[in-house]
T-cell receptor, first 114, second 117 residues
């Protein structure tokens, strides 16, 4: 089975500062990794995903994430955040073969203040 | 592309009544749809997976007789909460995926907030 740990429940930052949201996963098989963003009372929007290839993945809204197999991590980064980035961010994992069940972390609330 | 809609976006009902939530893929054919439940300030928990034309597969601990899922076509899945009670109040989110161009990505609907009085 797969599991995801997002250690930070909330990350407060000032506007234009860099941010890193941490995600660690556990799996005995090869996995795909995802970051989703959820704005209040809305569904999830895919930010980026790692399937294979380059370990540095660029997504929408200026976000990027790096897959580190040895550390089983997939941290999300943005060099300069905006007020509009305030949202809940979920890291998710699924097996790279077979059933597409996504396992989500508990989420990290990014709070950007002026 | 890859838009998933849900209807209604919110619903309030009395205890004991049934509520149906629709999930539609608007611009692609969804061979598989997923239903999630999200409690306030918590993560998404997969309730069930439905494949078009087949019975849904429920996750452990989810009552299949209470949460009826029907995936009658490649663009529509419905979740019916039968005899709803206040503890069923939650945010229900569906997602859809298909093979080909959208392989390996689940596209999520905007969610339905259910409040049972």
């Amino acid at each position: 089975a797969q599991s995801v740990t997002q250690l930070d429940s909330q990350v407060p930052v000032f506007e234009e500062a860099p941010v890193e949201l941490r995600c660690n996963y556990s799996s005995s098989v090869s996995v795909y990794l995802f970051w989703y963003v959820q704005y209040p009372n809305q569904g999830l929007q895919l930010l980026l995903k790692y399937l294979s290839g380059s370990t540095l993945v660029k997504g929408i809204n200026g976000f990027e994430a790096e897959f580190n197999k040895s550390q089983t991590s997939f941290h999300l980064r943005k060099p300069s955040v905006h007020i509009s980035d305030t949202a809940e961010y979920f890291c998710a994992v699924r097996r790279s073969t077979g059933f597409q069940k996504l396992v989500f972390g508990t989420g990290t609330r990014l709070l950007v203040s002026p | 592309g890859a838009v998933v809609s849900q209807h209604p976006s919110w619903v309030i009902c009395k205890s004991g009544t049934s509520v149906k939530i629709e999930c539609r893929s608007l611009d692609f054919q969804a061979t598989t749809m997923f239903w999630y439940r999200q409690f306030p300030k918590q993560s998404l928990m997969l309730m069930a997976t439905s494949n078009e034309g087949s019975k849904a597969t429920y996750e452990q601990g989810v009552e299949k007789d209470k949460f009826l899922i029907n995936h009658a076509s490649l663009t529509l899945s419905t979740l019916t909460v039968t005899s709803a009670h206040p503890e069923d109040s939650s945010f229900y989110i569906c997602s859809a995926t298909t093979s080909g161009r959208f392989t390996d990505t689940q596209y999520f609907g905007p969610g339905t907030r259910l409040t049972v009085l």
